[in-house]
Structures are given as structure tokens and as C-alpha cells.
T-cell receptor, first 116, second 112 residues
Framework: ETGVTQTPRHLVMGMTNKKSLKCEQHLGHNAMYWYKQSAKKPLELMFVYNFKEQTENNSVPSRFSPECPNSSHLFLHLHTLQPEDSALYLC???????????????FGPGTRLTVL | DQQVKQNSPSLSVQEGRISILNCDYTNSMFDYFLWYKKYPAEGPTFLISISSIKDKNEDGRFTVFLNKSAKHLSLHIVPSQPGDSAVYFCAAATGTASKLTFGTGTRLQVTL
């Protein structure tokens, strides 16, 4: 596997379910990101991890719980979600986060989440 | 309030012609701008970027122009090819931060 992979690619869950999204990067990067893309809205940054430490939480509700056990893996644990949380969830990685300049982010294909 | 705006949700261009995608921003602190391209069922891929110290950056068929006074940037693709059909996202950042602020995207369709 190369680049940034995400599983599952599609997920349908009820409001009372607990599920997790997984992201893995094979690029040797030190920073990982979760983004949310809702219909007709721009990509919204949710979380940033730098060397496994969370460095940004963009006011995300606590029903979304990220986990970064190492620099290659990132999880997003979901519980008691709402229908309005249905969206495309994208993971990205980059060499480091200290400067965006020349620090492009590489995205995974995303998980299409539907909350019933 | 959207700080990065792509006011054209879609654009159709004939093969061989020039495609011009536009982006406006409101935050004067932004000093680094990027364009990403997204095919269906794939994540966005980086295309080209420009720092605010420049007003033009060129990479093959792709050129990005930055007009700081107007807070406007544009992506020119010439000549356009059918494989360029995708959604194009404009993004902006301050050079010392890790956060990218994205626009809503413009869907480009290059017709034969």
C-alpha cells in the first residue's frame, strides 16, 4: 500500500452505534489530519496531530474522538452521532506541521459516512 | 463566514481551450495559497501553490496568478484536456500555521 489509505470507504450507522474510522499513511510523515466535507460546504479541518500529539481541535463535538497511536495511524472514534454528521471524512498527512509553506498535505480517499 | 470563496460551482470548457478557475479570500493574513484537484472517489491531490511574495507561479500547463490587492487568485489550465475534468479546490494558509482553509470547490468539465 502506498500513500494514505482509509477504511472503511463507506459506513452507515445508527445514532446509537459506536464505530471507528481508520487512516494509515505510508509516507513517513509526522503530521496527520482529520477533515470533514459536508455537501456544498468547504473541507473543514477537525483535528491535527503532530508526532502523535494533538495540536489542534477545531471546536469539534466530543462525539468525535480522535486517537493517534503512532505517526502512521490515525483513528476517529464515533459515538452517538447525529444525522447532520453525515459527510465525507478525509484523512491527510504531511511531513510536519510547523510550517504550511512547502508542506503540502496528502489526502486519503475518504470515508463516506451516513448516520440514520 | 467563509474566508475562501469559489463563487463558480461549475465550469465547462472545450478541449484545447483555456480553463480559468477563480478564488477570492477575505483574510489578509493569508500568505500562502494552494490548489488541489479531486477526482470522484479519491482524495484531493496537490496541484500547485503560490506564496504571497510572488504574483505568478507556473508548472507545465498550470499557472496560478495572485492579486493581493484584490485578494483574488486564479488557476489557468492551458491547453485543457479531458483528464483535467475534476473538482478544483482553492486553499489558503498563513505560512507559519498548519491549518488550511478551503473553498467549496469548482467542478471543471472539459468537453471534446
Amino acid at each position: 500500500e502506498t500513500g494514505v489509505t482509509q477504511t472503511p470507504r463507506h459506513l452507515v450507522m445508527g445514532m446509537t452505534n459506536k464505530k471507528s474510522l481508520k487512516c494509515e499513511q505510508h509516507l513517513g510523515h509526522n503530521a496527520m489530519y482529520w477533515y470533514k466535507q459536508s455537501a456544498k460546504k468547504p473541507l473543514e479541518l477537525m483535528f491535527v496531530y503532530n508526532f502523535k500529539e494533538q495540536t489542534e481541535n477545531n471546536s469539534v463535538p466530543s462525539r468525535f474522538s480522535p486517537e493517534c497511536p503512532n505517526s502512521s495511524h490515525l483513528f476517529l472514534h464515533l459515538h452517538t452521532l447525529q444525522p447532520e454528521d453525515s459527510a465525507l471524512y478525509l484523512c491527510a498527512s504531511s511531513p510536519l506541521t510547523t510550517r504550511i509553506l512547502n508542506n503540502e498535505q496528502f489526502f486519503g480517499p475518504g470515508t463516506r459516512l451516513t448516520v440514520l | 463566514d467563509q474566508q475562501v470563496k469559489q463563487n463558480s460551482p461549475s465550469l465547462s470548457v472545450q478541449e484545447g481551450r483555456i480553463s480559468i478557475l477563480n478564488c477570492d479570500y477575505t483574510n489578509s493574513m493569508f500568505d500562502y495559497f494552494l490548489w488541489y484537484k479531486k477526482y470522484p472517489a479519491e482524495g484531493p491531490t496537490f496541484l500547485i501553490s503560490i506564496s504571497s511574495i510572488k504574483d505568478k507561479n507556473e508548472d507545465g500547463r498550470f499557472t496560478v496568478f495572485l492579486n493581493k490587492s484584490a485578494k483574488h487568485l486564479s488557476l489557468h489550465i492551458v491547453p485543457s484536456q479531458p483528464g483535467d475534468s475534476a473538482v478544483y479546490f482553492c486553499a489558503a494558509a498563513t505560512g507559519t500555521a498548519s491549518k488550511l482553509t478551503f473553498g467549496t470547490g469548482t467542478r471543471l468539465q472539459v468537453t471534446l
